[in-house]
T-cell receptor
Framework: GENVEQHPSTLSVQEGDSAVIKCTYSDSASNYFPWYKQELGKRPQLIIDIRSNVGEKKDQRIAVTLNKTAKHFSLHITETQPEDSAVYFCAPRPENQGGKLIFGQGTELSVKP | DGGITQSPKYLFRKEGQNVTLSCEQNLNHDAMYWYRQDPGQGLRLIYYSQIVNDFQKGDIAEGYSVSREKKESFPLTVTSAQKNPTAFYLC?????????FGSGTRLTVV
């Protein structure tokens, strides 16, 4: 099955700095690569996603880059704000497995004012 | 809650009891999923269903059962065989690349 590893597990930055979280997956047939933000006790919220035919996607301060050859994708947050503090999960989707998402272990991001 | 409703929000189970968590969606989505989340960890897949009257085991199905008699509903039963059921349970539905999560049920064994 798909193995997903996410690094780092915790990340602390100063407000205004950039944050990068990396997700490595094992199934080369994975075709969909979302990032979720989860606040304590709440449901995960999709913040950005990318499909396998695209290398990069940007939405204001958030971007995702995909390297299918190396089997990893990364979340980039620029100009971080205290409200970005949360746990972030990558969740690649293996092909032909019912659309299930395989979640990483999460990265706890703390943005210090 | 965004078209997918989980109930109850909090649930307490005594040792040896079976309990059922409800998940209902009005999005007309074909696929539905149950995930379990333990503190400080990612979501792990319990069961999923792509169509009515069909479902598959996920990575941690032992001690759980599901049914999919209607497109809108995908209830999860936590049986007494699940030895450590205390966790946050999330239901999701999907159409193509669009996933919608419920607000979750927090189950505690007392």
């Amino acid at each position: 099955g798909e193995n997903v590893e996410q690094h780092p597990s915790t990340l602390s930055v100063q407000e205004g700095d950039s944050a990068v979280i990396k997700c490595t997956y094992s199934d080369s047939a994975s075709n969909y690569f979302p990032w979720y933000k989860q606040e304590l006790g709440k449901r995960p919220q999709l913040i950005i996603d990318i499909r396998s035919n695209v290398g990069e996607k940007k939405d204001q301060r958030i971007a995702v880059t995909l390297n299918k050859t190396a089997k990893h994708f990364s979340l980039h947050i620029t100009e971080t704000q205290p409200e970005d503090s949360a746990v972030y999960f990558c969740a690649p989707r293996p092909e032909n497995q019912g659309g299930k998402l395989i979640f990483g272990q999460g990265t706890e991001l703390s943005v210090k004012p | 809650d965004g078209g997918i409703t989980q109930s109850p929000k909090y649930l307490f189970r005594k040792e040896g009891q079976n309990v059922t968590l409800s998940c209902e969606q009005n999005l007309n989505h074909d696929a539905m999923y149950w995930y379990r989340q333990d503190p400080g960890q990612g979501l792990r897949l319990i069961y999923y269903s792509q169509i009515v009257n069909d479902f598959q085991k996920g990575d941690i199905a032992e001690g759980y059962s599901v049914s999919r008699e209607k497109k809108e509903s995908f209830p999860l039963t936590v049986t007494s065989a699940q030895k450590n059921p205390t966790a946050f349970y999330l239901c999701a539905s999907r159409q193509a690349y669009g996933y919608t999560f419920g607000s979750g049920t927090r189950l505690t064994v007392v």
